[in-house]
């Protein structure tokens, strides 16, 4: 497994012409990010060594390497999710590549369907912490100990500096960003009323298929994490419609200029 990971980090460090500060994994219908891109190199995943393929409709394939506002970043476009049937070491591989590339700041975005009733469909929520309901944990096996320990803390997953600095930029820039917690569930169905509801009750504000594995194993390897979610449709008592992946990757872009402008200047204010 470190061979692999090693292999493939190699491949990439040969590509960058700067250490790259941030590592980005763009989710479904967010990709646009790469538009604030100044774009060096572009590279599919299938010519990464031990690279999976990224398969489900809305997503390409690519590791962008470039600078936003003159920050070195490496933005994934296209995930590996776990119901595609990827095994979790796989959905978490490019995480561990993007450490051993000596990245120490991972952001990450995702759509999710909302379950706080405050919550508007359309709007972006600062993921302030998670519930990890795959039923399943990334970690699991031998303890990788070049990463870190094999009980992590999981205190502040999520950097409390960088959640404090997105509301900041986004009072400045005039956007409404919401709070809250994300629980990652393994997906491919949405969530029966029933289910929306039970997640509701465990204490989450939005629920989506991602990002759990990939944050769990980010902050095991001691990666600062800031991640935002866009609330696609909802899953609160009396609002919920039929949703499809198309409704979800429509909302998800509309919101997109938004959440581009957030991660874009983060970027930029990283060391502020
Ligand atoms: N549930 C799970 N995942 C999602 C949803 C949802 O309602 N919307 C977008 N991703």
Do not use: W
Request: with cysteine; glycine share 10%; charged share 20%.
């Amino acid at each position: 497994m470190m061979n692999k990971i090693n292999e493939a980090a190699a491949y990439l460090k040969a590509q960058f012409t700067a250490q790259p500060r941030v590592g980005i994994i763009l989710g479904t219908g967010l990709g646009g990010l790469v538009n604030e891109i100044k774009i060096e190199k572009s590279i599919d995943y299938k010519d990464i060594p031990h690279f999976p393929v990224s398969t489900v409709e809305g997503h390409s394939g690519r590791m962008i390497l470039g600078t936003i506002g003159g920050v070195p970043v490496l933005a994934m476009q296209g995930r590996f999710h776990y119901y595609e049937g990827y095994t979790m070491q796989q959905v978490t591989f490019p995480a561990r590549v993007m450490k051993v590339c000596g990245i120490n700041t991972l952001f990450v975005s995702n759509a999710s369907g909302g379950l706080n009733p405050s919550f508007k469909v359309g709007t972006i929520m600062v993921i302030k912490d998670h519930i990890n309901m795959f039923g399943t944990n990334p970690l699991i096996g031998p303890n990788m100990a070049e990463f870190g320990p094999r009980f992590p803390d999981m205190s502040e997953v999520y950097s409390k500096r960088l959640r404090k600095k997105a509301f900041e930029i986004a009072e400045r820039e005039n956007i409404h960003l919401l709070d809250g917690v994300y629980v990652g569930t393994t997906g491919p169905t949405f969530e029966t009323p029933a289910e929306y509801k039970m997640f509701r009750l465990l204490g989450a504000d939005a629920v989506g298929m991602s990002t759990v594995p990939e944050v769990i194993v980010a902050h095991h390897a001691g990666m600062e994490v800031f991640g935002v979610s866009i609330i696609t449709d909802s899953g609160v008592p009396g609002e919920i419609v039929e949703v499809s992946h198309e409704e979800v990757q429509k909302v998800a872009a509309a919101a997109e200029p938004k959440m581009t402008k957030i991660i874009a200047k983060l970027v930029q204010e990283l060391d502020k």
